[in-house]
């Protein structure tokens, strides 16, 4: 399986950016598993950066709720405690049916890829920026939980709850478009550890660091249908504490980033785009048989000239690894700038579900 990873700098005369940054990242295949252009060699970019200025738009959103509960003790008459409890994204635990099923047994290669043109814009149906909001209490989960949300529901269908209504993809090769969720950014939602094995495609964030870290994940392809997924939106984002785990959960042909820093924010670059390391994902790819790939890259923070964070994506279990250790002392199979057009790198696996272990702070 092969990955490559290309970045391009251009050049926009008389714009009020001087240049752009493209990334991109393909994982070639058999030709005839693009079920788009069987004769085209699909190419995926999970970073792309455009001419664009854009403000910082990161909140968490939390809603309290009262809740009375009335309890009867015999003897005793009624005893009302008022309680406060927080009202989260965490979905129910009901799982909606879903046709696809996981596949345990892998190919020995695969086309993971989904490019785009940014002359060829996504068609999308929404145009409104939809932010989960971070949960403060049934998403949270603390180190010693158990690894049940690694598991599959018992008749193999998986959940759509929460999730919105799914963009058409459109294009082909580098003009590929994938689901963005309808409105922007339903395509993937925070779900609590308890309900996170009721969906196909999920991540658990946790880190070593004694501080609070902000987390953001976002679509490649931004609210207004360019390459500005990472121009101060989000899609999920919340603040990762000492000793915790969240969970979020994807939705089908998914393509996007997330990116984590100590503090509040994320860093950016001179143009506004997150300049930490950024975990990318490509999550059920249709142009590519549905398969999944990821890696871990610095190249935005290397190429602004600031820190490095370190982060480790595993599949669970410990296999198919991409990680930088902090300052980037230490880089496998992941990218460096310098790495941006080397194949091979990053995990991938065939069709069927995904639990990946993305591990934050990392130092090895």
Sequence with gaps: MQWKSLLFALSAAQSALARSHIHHRRHNT????????????????????????AAINVKTILDLEIVTITT??????PTTIPTTSTVTNVVAETAAPDANQDTTNPL???????????????????????????STAAATETATTSDSWTTHPSNNQFSTSGFGARTNSSGTGVKY????????????????????????????FSHASAADWTVVV????????????????????????????????F??????????????????DEYGGYSCTWGEFDFGSQTNDNWSGWDVSAIQAQNAN?????????????????????????????YESAQASIDGIGGSVGEGAVRLVAELDYSG
Excluded at 115 to 128: E, G, R, V, Y
Excluded at 184 to 191: K, T
Excluded at 223 to 247: C, H, I, Q
Aim: hydrophobic fraction near 35%.
């Design 30 to 53: 058999h030709p005839h598993f693009d079920l788009h252009e069987p004769k085209a060699n699909p190419e995926l970019e999970a970073r792309q950066v455009v001419n664009v200025n």
């Design 177 to 204: 478009a994938g689901n963005v969720g309808n409105p922007w950014g339903s395509n993937m939602l925070e779900v609590s550890a308890s309900s996170a094995h009721l969906y196909k495609y999920v991540v658990q």
């Design 108 to 134: 020995l290669s695969a086309n993971i890829g989904v490019s785009i043109d940014p002359n060829n814009l996504l068609p999308h149906q929404a145009s409104t920026t939809s932010t989960q909001s971070a």
């Design 251 to 268: 939705d089908e042909n998914s393509q996007g980033a997330w990116g984590a820093a100590e503090g509040s924010s994320l860093p950016t």
């Design 72 to 77: 009867s003790v015999p003897g005793h008459g």
């Design 306 to 334: 600031q820190t490095v964070q370190g982060m480790r994506i595993c599949e669970f279990g410990g296999s198919r690894c991409s990680s930088i250790t902090n300052g980037a002392g230490t880089v496998v199979n992941a």
């Design 218 to 249: 976002w679509n490649k392809i931004g609210p207004d249908g360019e390459m500005t997924g990472w121009y101060g939106n989000s899609a999920v984002n919340f603040t990762l504490s000492a000793g915790e785990k969240r969970y979020v959960a």
